[in-house]
């Protein structure tokens, strides 16, 4: 006889290749990206000549930056290769390596394995990354994924000196290219004359993804990673106008990953909308506590001030005068000094931007700019003790 535990493991799965819903897997074909991978291409061309160039990708989050990044650097490795010419790619999360050093190493790493973690200074690094370049006779193409950890942890002077890298003579021939990602705004962190290294048509802006654009992604991924016909087309339906609601892709492909969990939990040969639903519930908690730790300070006491006057209040709606008012009274609570009426403005823009808040006219025109505020998805409740959670 069989046991519980092995009855569970042999059971048969929806899902045939699960190696496809993991967030690093690149797939062949990217979706709806064609015009940007082209203005990528564009940019990036003179490295076929030896000249180095610098971008900037950004974009909120789960829109593809670290996937078009990957999938357009490894292609040009490959066209370059075939042309005899070596580029060396290195995609760093800066998240992960938020100190210059930390980042310089896993650079350094890429050439070298063993490569002491400590007892180098940040020049003396340098000059090991330039002798492995020239050896080599290759040029770098480096990707600094999250590149706003590191500025905002270690500021300016990795980059700045990365960007310098190439003026020297000797590395006519061994230039250094940039790719900056981000999802927020980095170009405040340079100073002007860095700033022009980074020029205008260099920045690559990634907008959220439509609804229809997520049922394509999520469709590709049914193909990629389930058996077939074991998706219900509803379901696939539900899961883009669900994730539609972010515009982001990693929650779609969470979500169906999810959805698949759930069928196979119930050895249902068949993803149906109400597994589609469960996913939903176990996934939202989850993912706006990540967004949320996305969130700067004063964004989130906004964030709270809201979802406390929601609860008190026992309404569907706050006005923004109201929200303002409980905003000052909260930071007030928190040792804060309230921004001004022009930043509050801007936080309520931010977070309606990352999908915590809807704000919608108040129809009653008479209070002039007076807006409401509801909190779409999840209770209020259940906000105020995340927020406070990460305010600790
Ligand atoms: N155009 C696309 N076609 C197919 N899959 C996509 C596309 N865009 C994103 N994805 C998938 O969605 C997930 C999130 O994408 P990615 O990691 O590139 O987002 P991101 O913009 O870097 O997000 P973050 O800001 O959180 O780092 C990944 O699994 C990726 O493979
Ligand atoms: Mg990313």
Not at 32 to 52: G, I
Not at 66 to 78: E, Q, R, Y
Not at 215 to 233: E, G, K, M, S, W
Request: hydrophobic share 40%; proline share 3%; net charge neutral.
């Amino acid at each position: 006889m069989r046991s519980i535990i092995e009855d569970e493991l042999m059971s048969s799965t929806v899902i045939k290749n699960p190696n496809a819903l993991d967030f690093d897997y690149v797939p062949d074909e990217l979706i709806h990206r064609d015009e940007q991978q082209k203005m990528l291409a564009q940019m990036f061309k003179p490295l076929l000549s030896n000249v180095s160039q610098n971008a900037i990708i950004k974009g909120p989050v789960g829109t593809g930056k670290t996937l078009i990044a990957k999938k357009f650097c490894s292609t040009l490795v490959n066209i370059a290769r075939k042309q005899g010419k070596t580029i060396e790619y290195v995609h760093i999360n800066c998240r992960k390596r938020s100190t210059d050093s930390m980042a310089l190493l896993g650079v350094i790493n890429h050439f070298d394995q063993r490569f002491p973690d400590r007892g180098f200074s940040l020049q003396e690094m340098l000059q090991v990354l330039k002798k492995q370049l020239v050896k080599r006779n290759a040029q770098l193409l480096l990707v600094l994924d999250e590149a706003d950890a590191l500025l905002k942890k270690s500021g300016t002077n990795l980059i700045y000196n990365l960007t310098r890298f190439s003026d020297e003579k000797v590395l006519e021939k061994t230039p250094l290219s940039l790719i900056l990602i981000s999802q927020k705004d980095i170009l405040p962190f340079f100073d002007v004359a860095s700033i022009s290294t980074f020029k205008r048509n260099n920045i690559l802006k990634l907008d959220k993804y439509t609804r229809d654009e997520l049922y394509d992604i999520v469709l590709q991924r049914v193909n990629l990673a389930f058996h077939n016909a074991t998706v219900d087309p509803e379901s696939i339906e539900l899961l883009a106008d669900i994730s539609s609601e972010w515009g982001d892709a990693r929650f779609a492909i969470e979500l169906l990953w999810k959805s698949g969990i759930a069928a196979d939990n119930q050895h249902i040969q068949n993803v149906k909308p109400e597994h589609v639903r469960a996913a939903k519930a176990e996934t939202y908690s989850v993912v706006t506590e990540t967004k949320l730790k996305n969130l700067e300070k004063h964004q989130l006491l906004t964030l709270y001030a809201i979802a406390k006057r929601l609860k008190k209040d026992e309404t569907a709606y706050v006005n923004t005068g109201d929200a303002e008012k409980t905003y000052m009274l909260t930071c007030e609570e928190y040792n804060e000094k309230p921004r001004t009426h022009t930043m509050f403005w801007s936080y309520l823009k931010d977070i309606e931007g990352a999908g915590f808040i809807n704000i919608k006219p108040s129809g009653k025109g008479t209070l002039g700019t007076t807006q409401l505020i509801s909190l779409p998805d999840i209770p209020a409740e259940i906000m105020i003790d995340k927020v406070k959670e990460i305010l600790k």
